[in-house]
């Protein structure tokens, strides 16, 4: 039941704002249309980060997407003939654990 949570929330958040950021971050940011050119900018993005609110949207938008992905490549693992046991559930909700304390120790060091 907990990662089937994981599992949802991330689909949830991917589908409601995955193409969004998307689109956001790799092209009207970048080619300055509809954003200004600077949004993506460096003292932008770290002041953004910093703030506590931006600290829970990135954690929540990296720990909740990155345990989607590994829900989703842990079942399609049947599909390429590769036995989906102990190891293999080890290795995928394993490394996706390490992306969600990654993603925390790396948001709190750069402080607030």
Sequence with gaps: PVFWLLFGAGGLLSALLGAALV???????????????????????LAFAQHGLGKAFLFGVVALFAWHAVHRIFHSLHDLGIPAGMPARIACYGSALVITLVAAASLLAIGF
Excluded: E, K, N, S
């Excluded at 689109?23 to 993005?45: E, K, N, Q, S, V």
């Design 23 to 45: 689109f956001i971050t790799g092209l009207a940011a970048t080619l300055g249309w509809p954003l200004p050119a600077d949004l993506l900018a460096y003292p932008r993005m």
